[in-house]
């Protein structure tokens, strides 16, 4: 999901920036004392927001995040530059910043959702997993019913372990939006990790009717029928998702299991060899390689 100008709504901000849609800002008749000590008129004003909404359609955040400091000082209290601050911090990797700027958008927000799910991928971003499932849930609060906040909470839920929370939620989810991809292949994962891979490859199955492409559920569907004894299916959707993501590392996992089980050493082997390449710090290829290779010496 659920990469970004993260949301449609800041892209329309930093365009009608542009535009100078935004007059009530340029309608302020007292000079206000920016961050520099230098007064914004309304002229200075609708300069730096042209200059701001150019400088990151040209993705130079941290010119940009010049101009919009100073914009935020002199108006403290909008959320437009709150976001827009927020955004060029994420661009940045300035996640801290990002995440205390989201906190804020949230209460001045005339639509707080706007900043959802981002709040939570900053927090995500520093490694902060309680935080993050926090924020998802502060955003699932504000609108209960939206799809993109019920995945987005359980998909932490699900990275956190608790199962249970997850496929509930997921369930619920799906019953708002049927045709939500993401909330299906979550709940097939999860069937997979309950020892439920009949269901799983039913979901996994309807995701793939609408889009024979999606590798998440892919590589579900290959797992479910590996699981179910049909290791020729369970090929041919894990080899038709390693063409499609072949930095995808659980995709050559699963195919290296495969393999040893078709006493296939060589193709188990070379599989093995892709994951280390892409992940050196995988352990379960690095060990089952060096077996292998040991075991064909």
């Not at 990151?56 to 209290?77: F, G, I, N, Q, V």
């Not at 990797?93 to 900043?115: C, D, M, T």
């Not at 709040?119 to 520093?126: L, S, T």
């Not at 994962?189 to 009717?209: F, H, T, W, Y």
């Amino acid at each position: 999901m659920p990469s970004f100008l993260k949301n449609p709504i800041l892209q329309a901000a930093a365009s009608a920036l542009a535009l100078g849609v935004f007059t009530w800002g340029l309608s302020v008749r007292v000079p206000v004392r920016a961050e520099l000590g230098k007064a914004l008129d309304p002229e200075e004003s609708r300069k730096l927001q042209e200059t701001a909404a150019g400088l990151m359609r040209s993705e130079k955040w941290s010119d940009a995040l010049d101009a919009t400091l100073r914009l935020h000082a002199a108006y403290p209290e909008s959320h437009i530059y709150i976001g827009q601050l927020a955004q060029i911090y994420d661009h940045l990797g300035k996640y801290k910043e990002e995440a205390a700027l989201w906190e804020e958008y949230l209460i001045r927000a005339p639509r707080p959702i706007e900043g959802c799910p981002q709040i939570g991928d900053a927090y995500q971003k520093q490694g902060l997993s309680e935080q993050a499932t926090a924020a998802f849930e502060k955003c699932l609060a504000i609108e209960p019913y939206n799809p993109d906040s019920i995945f987005y909470l359980g998909r932490a839920w699900e990275r956190a372990g608790d199962l249970t929370k997850a496929a509930a939620l997921y369930q619920r989810g799906i019953a708002v939006s049927p045709q939500y991809p993401d909330l299906q292949i979550g709940l097939a994962r999860i069937r997979l990790r309950q020892g439920q891979p009949e269901e799983a490859r039913g979901l996994a199955e309807k995701v793939l009717s609408r889009s024979q492409d999606n590798t998440d559920a892919l590589l579900v569907m290959g797992l479910a029928c590996q699981r179910l004894g049909d290791r020729k299916q369970a090929k041919k959707y894990l080899e038709h998702g390693s063409k499609l993501a072949d930095d995808y590392t659980d995709f050559h996992l699963a195919l290296a299991g495969i393999a040893e089980q078709d006493s296939d050493l060589n193709q188990a082997i070379a599989q093995y060899k892709r994951v280390t390449e892409l992940d050196k710090t995988n352990l379960v290829a690095v060990q089952r390689l060096t077996t292998l290779q040991g075991g064909r010496q």
